[in-house]
Structures are given as C-alpha cells and as structure tokens.
C-alpha cells in the first residue's frame, strides 16, 4: 500500500486518520507520518492498517484501489 492509496481508501470509506489507526491497533503518528510520505511503518504495522482497510471491502492493486461494488480509483 501506498501513501495514496491509504489516503483514497480511507477517503472512500470515510475514516479518519484517528479511525484508522484505532482499527488498525496503531499510533495516530504511525498513520500520520505514512500518509505524509515522512516514513513507512514497520512490517506489522503497515500490514495491520492494510488488513483493517481491507475488513472495509478495500482491494489494493498495483495501479490503485476498489471498493465494494466499485471501479478501480
């Protein structure tokens, strides 16, 4: 997952970088600093908010993301 692509899922779900990281069991700074491009979480982490992203119907793919019933974005 990318930056942008949790900046968009998030968007299309209507979470907050807050909701996130609390589906995700993470820091709000962890979230924060990922979408900003200031670092990339470790390893359990980064799968963590992908995996909660992905409870919500968010499919990652190489040039973007869907969503339940949706075209790519």
């Known amino acids: 997952m990318t930056p942008?692509?949790?900046?968009?899922?998030?968007?299309?779900?209507?979470?907050?970088?807050?909701?996130?990281?609390?589906?995700?069991?993470?820091?709000?700074?962890?979230?924060?600093?990922?979408?900003?491009?200031?670092r990339t979480p470790i390893g359990n982490n980064l799968t963590a908010m992908v995996a909660a992203l992905s409870a919500h119907g968010i499919e990652f793919q190489d040039n973007g993301i869907t969503g339940p019933r949706s075209e790519p974005v």
């Open 4 to 38: 942008e692509q949790c900046r968009a899922a998030r968007g299309w779900l209507d979470l907050s970088q807050a909701e996130l990281a609390e589906a995700a069991k993470v820091s709000l700074s962890t979230v924060r600093d990922f979408e900003k491009g200031r």
